[in-house]
């Protein structure tokens, strides 16, 4: 997986670190579990911004109780029948059965 650092991520959506930084505590968007705030994946940003539904799926995630690590890790397993992961399927724009997955999982 292709990660970034903040001031990569900052410079690709036109904002400062410091913003990216606070997208991750807001739950918006997502570093790697374990470096902090170091290390976001490439694959969260789509044409100069944060995948469009990502922050409302990350949110739903955690509102039914899964840690950083568990949302993170739900986000990149292979799932035969999206086909691929949940990130692809967003990247994808297939969006309403990831989320309709998550609610499912999440409640």
Do not use: C
């Amino acid at each position: 997986m292709e990660t970034l650092q903040p001031a990569e991520v900052a410079a690709a959506l036109g904002v400062s670190p410091n913003k990216v930084r606070q997208l991750i505590r807001e739950g918006k968007l997502m570093a790697v579990p374990g470096s902090g705030y170091s290390r976001i994946p490439a694959d969260f940003l789509q044409d100069g911004a944060v995948l469009r539904h990502l922050p409302g799926l990350i949110t739903v995630l955690k509102d039914g109780g899964f840690t950083d690590a568990e949302v993170f890790e739900w986000l990149f397993r292979e799932d035969e029948s999206l086909p691929g992961t949940p990130v692809q399927a967003l990247r994808d724009d297939r969006h309403t059965e990831v989320t309709r997955r998550a609610q499912a999982l999440a409640f």
